[in-house]
């Protein structure tokens, strides 16, 4: 059966809601975390070694559960499983911006885009590269709270395959949630993406823009859930990783490995996952 409704991927949330100035709110919310010993920007961190039979925990976890469902219009909150999605036909990404973000901002917004798109291609062996709005299937927003109102009364008109809880959640978009993702099963497979939206919220600094762009495009890619287990990894809410690491490289080449299909389950997909960990951790440089 096709998913009716697109999946609310897992963003990265504050500790509280905040009143006022959202940019204020952020500079504090990140100075704290930073005070804290939290998003680290190192990639493969001495004091996290991770095994293959994490690799293959947090595989699971992560590609293999939704972390919220669609219950009365709304999002909600809750791990339930689900089947192994991910992207076959080329990736397009867009980056659109409102008047709030300066040209110099845009600029480097655009090419911190462009810089991890290709990363991502590499990875995980999609065709994926930057393209204006109107060919894009995979659209990353820079918004303050007015443009993201403005924004989403638009949505309909311009994807109309967008759901109202996906326009609520970006119209609505309450101070604790950083940024979120939004992707879209195709017609004919429910196990297959073909189109995003990435919302990222213009009142941030450059760290946090671009940790929000690690992971909700990763994440928009397959990897729907967190887990707290997962170590080093952004697809944790501790949020003690920045940037995508290693051990989430990793996982995205373990999405896209050949011998996994678009739609199983987990019953299916853990016999194969001992070899492809293994395969896809020697490929990326960590044989251990």
């Not at 659109?96 to 090419?111: F, L, N």
Request: glycine share 4%; aromatic share 8%.
């Amino acid at each position: 059966m096709r998913l009716a409704l697109p999946a609310l991927l897992a963003g990265c949330v504050a500790t509280a809601p905040g009143d006022g100035d959202l940019r204020a709110y952020y500079r504090v919310a990140e100075e704290n975390m930073l005070a804290q010993g939290k998003l680290r920007t190192d990639t493969e961190p001495a004091d996290a070694p991770f095994t293959y039979a994490q690799l293959q925990e947090d595989f699971v976890r992560i590609a293999l559960y939704d972390e919220y469902s669609v219950r009365g219009g709304r999002f909600v909150a809750g791990a339930t499983p689900a089947m192994l999605r991910r992207w076959e036909s080329p990736v397009r990404v867009a980056v659109v911006a409102g008047a709030s973000v300066p040209e110099g901002q845009r600029k480097r917004d655009t090419a911190m885009v462009r810089d991890f798109t290709r990363r991502l291609a590499a990875v995980t062996g999609l065709d994926m590269r930057l393209a204006p709005e109107a060919r894009a299937n995979m659209v990353v927003l820079f918004l303050d709270a007015a443009e993201r109102a403005q924004y989403a009364e638009t949505l309909a008109a311009r994807y109309p395959r967008v759901e109202p809880a996906v326009v609520d959640a970006i119209a609505k978009s309450p101070p604790n949630t950083f940024c979120a993702a939004f992707a879209f099963p195709s017609d004919s497979n429910p196990g297959v993406y073909d189109f995003s939206l990435i919302l990222v919220k213009a009142e941030h600094s450059d760290l946090m823009r671009q940790s929000c762009v690690h992971e909700e495009m990763a994440q928009a890619l397959g990897l729907p859930n967190d887990s707290p287990t997962a170590r080093p990894s952004i697809f944790n809410d501790d949020e003690e990783f920045a940037f995508l690491t290693l051990h989430d490289e990793i996982l995205l080449k373990m999405l896209y490995d050949p011998r996994l299909r678009a739609g199983m389950k987990a019953a299916d997909v853990m016999p194969l996952l001992p070899e492809i960990a293994r395969d896809a951790a020697r490929a990326l440089g960590n044989p251990n």
